[in-house]
């Protein structure tokens, strides 16, 4: 049973962060060309997803006495899957994003805290939509919080590994959007029917 929560949590991450993470790397690779600089760029990204996993968690214990909160939280992932497919409100802010950023000069690694700092604004500003996403798990047990937290925080580095030593690789992924919308809505439904 912890396994299956914690696959669920390593799931939704690993989905709901698929897009963002394809985002990041051009962000990051702009302002920074060293490991060090990867290395606190992420560290931002991972300030950034604790503080998103904490929103959700709080977002989630104040709708759990709402009735049918599985079709809620259900509802809510789907509409995230299509105003994704639509860019209604996750694409163009992400956009606005790179546009502001692609003209940040490169950071010396002597500024690393200032490149935590980067790191940690451009995630939060598009990690922000995928609390919906996180906030459906946490509508279970309370017991379950644990092993969904862990997983979250799982698929979370193994992202930030992608981005500091895989990022060329992985941006050459075709129909990145169309696998991230495909994957919520099978996601959305998996919780309105309680298998998650």
Same mark, same amino acid.
């Given at each position: 049973?912890?396994?299956?929560?914690?696959?669920?949590?390593?799931?939704?991450?690993?989905?709901?962060?698929?897009?963002?993470?394809?985002? %990041?790397?051009?962000?990051?690779?702009?302002?920074?060309?060293?490991?060090?600089?990867?290395?606190?760029?992420?560290?931002?990204?991972?300030?950034?997803? /604790? +503080?998103?996993?904490?929103?959700?968690?709080?977002?989630?214990?104040?709708?759990?006495?709402?009735?049918?909160? @599985?079709?809620?939280?259900?509802?809510?992932?789907?509409?995230?899957?299509?105003? !994704?497919?639509?860019?209604?409100?996750?694409? &163009?802010? &992400?956009?606005?994003?790179?546009? &502001? +950023?692609?003209?940040?000069? %490169?950071?010396?690694?002597?500024?690393?805290?200032?490149?935590?700092?980067?790191?940690?604004?451009?995630?939060?500003?598009?990690?922000?939509?995928?609390?919906?996403?996180?906030?459906?798990?946490?509508?279970?047990?309370?017991? @379950?919080?644990?092993?969904?937290?862990?997983?979250?925080?799982?698929?979370?580095?193994?992202?930030?590994?992608?981005?500091?030593?895989?990022?060329?690789?992985? /941006?050459?992924? &075709?129909?990145?959007?169309?696998?991230?919308?495909?994957?919520?809505?099978?996601?959305?439904?998996? !919780?309105?029917?309680?298998?998650?």
């Amino acid at each position: 049973m912890v396994i299956k929560y914690f696959l669920s949590g390593l799931f939704v991450k690993l989905l709901a962060g698929f897009d963002d993470t394809m985002t %990041r790397i051009p962000i990051m690779s702009n302002m920074t060309k060293t490991k060090k600089g990867r290395y606190a760029f992420a560290i931002g990204i991972f300030f950034a997803v /604790s +503080l998103a996993i904490f929103i959700a968690y709080t977002f989630a214990s104040l709708i759990k006495s709402i009735p049918y909160v @599985n079709y809620i939280s259900g509802g809510l992932i789907f509409l995230l899957a299509i105003s !994704i497919q639509f860019d209604l409100f996750t694409q &163009k802010p &992400k956009k606005e994003i790179r546009k &502001k +950023l692609s003209h940040v000069q %490169r950071v010396s690694t002597k500024r690393f805290f200032k490149l935590i700092l980067l790191g940690f604004i451009t995630a939060f500003a598009t990690v922000i939509d995928d609390t919906i996403a996180y906030s459906g798990l946490f509508v279970s047990q309370a017991s @379950n919080t644990v092993p969904i937290i862990f997983g979250f925080f799982t698929g979370t580095i193994l992202q930030l590994t992608v981005i500091i030593f895989f990022a060329k690789k992985f /941006s050459k992924i &075709k129909y990145k959007k169309e696998i991230t919308v495909t994957g919520l809505i099978i996601l959305s439904f998996l !919780i309105a029917l309680k298998i998650l």
